[in-house]
């Protein structure tokens, strides 16, 4: 098997993954049975097919199983890290570097809020000891309101380019999710 045939099989099939998740993305139960997943409109699968795509997702740990009732009946429902909203199959790969991005994003914007709190943080500690006359040991209370002010400035940098990285993602994801849309509309009509 080639490479390209190799991409071109393992594309389809994280293609039909997000189908099958979609099913059970929009279930207003929040889980569904096989036979539920197979007999949507949204999978052209069979009833095996399903089942074993849905094995293996269990496996990869994107979404959860549970026995319901005596007869055994699966319910399958999202793992909790699992994305929430619909995804267009046709663009799953931008949905998945998008939701990470967002993630990087949110971890940028709590290391700025971290960096301002310490910031704000050692200026009150300047501003404390230099009003009681207090001398610091480590630093003087002239540096550690400097010191105060570069990393508050520092963690205001990073609060706004994480909430950029996040805001930037979406837009990203928004524009794919149009434009796929289009493409969609035009080829078919």
Known sequence: MSLREHLTLNREEKRVDEEILNVIRESDAGFVGTTEVSDSPGVDREEDTVRNRLWGLEEEGRVHVKRIGNDGNLAWYLSEDERQDPVNPDIYWAARI??????????????????????????????????????????????????????????????????????????MENVIERRAEVNMDTSSG
């Open 98 to 171: 998008c939701e990470e991005g967002r993630g990087v994003g949110t971890v940028v914007l709590r290391i700025g809020v971290l960096c301002a709190l310490t910031g704000f943080l050692l200026m009150m500690l300047a501003l404390t000891a230099d009003i009681a006359g207090v001398q610091l040991e480590i630093v003087s209370a002239v540096g550690a309101a400097y010191l105060g002010y570069i990393v508050a400035g520092a963690g205001a940098v990073n609060v706004f380019v994480g909430g950029g990285i996040k805001w930037g993602v979406s837009i």
